[in-house]
């Protein structure tokens, strides 16, 4: 089992910025996906980036093209954190937000394929951006 807690979430006016932090405990894996969602009112959840990380090293990110430029996703394994920084907000991205992670021998195909059937999954964090 893995546990995943969010945090860094809050209210910002459109054009600042937000670094939210995604806490991994439980079960430790060498080989592990993670990814970073967003759902907004009356809307589907949706991907925003994707990480694959194997022996604490990043070996693959991806993000959505609505918010490459803007927001990068990272990691520190020795703080078995996962972070999303996102710059230059805008109000369509008020969201909660939720971390995901996908471990085991396939998570770097998974990662790639870009598919979301993640196992693991934090409680959220809400973003919301004025104008």
């Known amino acids: 089992q893995v546990q995943l807690v969010e945090s860094g979430g809050g209210s910002v006016q459109a054009g600042g910025s937000l670094k939210l932090s995604c806490v991994v405990s439980?079960?430790?894996?060498?080989?592990?996906?993670m990814g970073w969602f967003r759902q907004a009112p009356g809307k589907e959840r949706e991907g925003v980036a994707r990480i694959y990380i194997a022996g604490g090293y990043t070996f693959y990110t991806d993000s959505v093209d609505s918010v490459k430029g803007r927001f990068t996703i990272s990691q520190d394994s020795a703080k078995n954190t996962l972070y999303l920084q996102m710059n230059n907000l805008n109000p369509e991205d008020t969201a909660v937000y939720y971390c995901?992670?996908?471990?085991?021998?396939?998570?770097?195909?998974?990662?790639?394929?870009?598919?979301?059937?993640?196992?693991?999954w934090g409680q959220g964090t809400q973003v919301t951006v004025s104008s």
């Open positions: 439980g079960d430790t894996y060498s080989k592990i996906c």
């Open positions: 995901a992670a996908r471990a085991g021998s396939d998570s770097r195909g998974f990662c790639i394929a870009g598919t979301n059937d993640f196992a693991y």
